[in-house]
């Protein structure tokens, strides 16, 4: 079946619709019914809270293994734990 587009005019297939897909999408972004798309990604941070700088450390097979358990233990990421730790 096919059908012409009542607003902008295309034939589109479809079924019992009298605006095709892409008017759909734009009509129910512009009546609020759905917000537009976000861009995609992680937002930016405020500036100053973004981590920007990354300090290297030398360990030990064994020392990587003590801090990878004791990171999971306490639930958080290694980078997390190990900030915690220096910083207080
Ligand atoms: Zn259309």
Not at 31 to 51: E, M, N, S
Request: some cysteine.
């Amino acid at each position: 079946m096919k059908g012409v587009c009542r607003t902008c005019g295309k034939e589109y297939k479809g079924q019992q619709k009298t605006i095709c897909g892409p008017c759909f999408k734009k009509a129910r972004i512009a009546h609020g019914i759905v917000d537009k798309p976000r861009k995609v990604g992680r937002p930016f941070l405020p500036k100053g809270q973004a981590k920007s700088y990354t300090l290297h450390t030398r360990v030990t097979k064994e020392e990587t293994q003590q801090i990878k358990a004791a990171a999971k233990k306490a639930n958080q990421t290694i980078s997390k734990w190990l900030r915690e730790r220096i910083l207080t």
